[in-house]
C-alpha cells in the first residue's frame, strides 16, 4: 500500500459536464500519473507530473487537464465531458530508483460513466 | 514504437500446478520490466519489479526473470491456489510505462 487515495470512486455525469477527479498520496513522492483502463487498449497514459506545478502530456491527453499544486495532490479534469472518457481512472506515483526510473504503484481507481 | 504482448491470454488451472506467464516486448532498450496483479474492479498491485541489469526477482512463490536481449519476460508462479486467481499485467519502463494487455488467470480447487 504505498498510500495512495482516489476520489471520488465512482462517478455518472452528463454529456457536457465538467469532472474533476482527485489523486492524494501521503508518501511526498515527486512523481504521479493519471492512466485510464479500456477494453483492448490495456492501460494509457493521460498525464503525469514530475513535481509541484509541473507536468506534461502522455498518450491519449486530449480532452483532459491536469493541475498540481501541492506535492500530494494531482487533478484530473475533463472540461467537457464526451461519451467516450466513460473509463476507469488510475492514479499512480513513481517511488524513485536508484540509476534509473521509477517504480509504480497505483490506486484503487475511479469508474467514470459519461451519459 | 515499444509494444508489449502477454501470451496466453487467459489461462484456467488446478489448484496446485506450477505456472509460467509469458510477456514479450518489441524493443530491448528498457530501463525495467514490472510485474502486476489486478482482481477484479480493484487497482493494480505491483508484483516484483527487474531493472534492466538483473535477470530475475523473487517474492515467495513468484519468480520473474528478464531476458532483454530477447525481448522476454516470464512470471513463475509456484504451487498455484485459487487466491492467486487475477490478472497479470506487465509493463516495460522506457520513457514510459507500456502494458501488456494481460494474462487472466483461474485456479480451481
Known amino acids: 500500500d504505498a498510500g495512495i487515495t482516489q476520489s471520488p470512486r465512482h462517478k455518472v455525469t452528463e454529456t457536457g459536464t465538467p469532472v474533476t477527479l482527485r489523486c492524494h498520496q501521503t508518501e511526498n513522492h515527486r512523481y504521479m500519473y493519471w492512466y485510464r483502463q479500456d477494453p483492448g487498449h490495456g492501460l494509457r497514459l493521460i498525464h503525469y507530473?514530475?513535481?509541484?506545478?509541473?507536468?506534461d502530456k502522455g498518450e491519449v491527453s486530449d480532452g483532459y487537464s491536469v493541475s498540481r499544486s501541492k506535492t500530494e495532490d494531482f487533478l484530473l479534469t475533463l472540461e467537457s465531458a464526451t461519451s467516450s472518457q466513460t473509463s476507469v481512472y488510475f492514479c499512480?506515483?513513481?517511488?524513485?530508483?536508484?540509476?534509473?526510473?521509477?517504480?509504480?504503484?497505483f490506486g484503487p481507481g475511479t469508474r467514470l460513466t459519461v451519459l | 514504437k515499444q509494444e508489449v504482448t502477454q501470451i496466453p491470454a487467459a489461462l484456467s488451472v488446478p489448484e496446485g500446478e506450477n505456472l509460467v506467464l509469458n510477456c514479450s516486448f518489441t524493443?530491448?532498450?528498457?530501463?525495467?520490466l514490472q510485474w502486476f496483479r489486478q482482481d477484479p474492479g480493484k487497482g493494480l498491485t505491483s508484483l516484483l519489479l527487474i531493472q534492466s541489469s538483473q535477470r530475475e526477482q523473487t517474492s515467495g512463490r513468484l519468480n520473474a526473470s528478464l531476458d532483454k536481449s530477447s525481448g522476454r519476460s516470464t512470471l513463475y508462479i509456484a504451487a498455484s491456489q485459487p487466491g492467486d486467481s487475477a490478472t497479470y499485467l506487465c509493463?516495460?519502463?522506457?520513457?514510459?510505462?507500456?502494458f501488456g494487455t494481460g494474462t487472466r488467470l483461474q485456479v480451481f480447487p
Open positions: 499512480a506515483i513513481g517511488r524513485t530508483l536508484a540509476g534509473g526510473p521509477n517504480e509504480q504503484f
Open positions: 507530473s514530475y513535481g509541484v506545478k509541473d507536468t
Open positions: 509493463a516495460v519502463h522506457t520513457d514510459k510505462l507500456i
Open positions: 524493443d530491448s532498450a528498457i530501463y525495467n
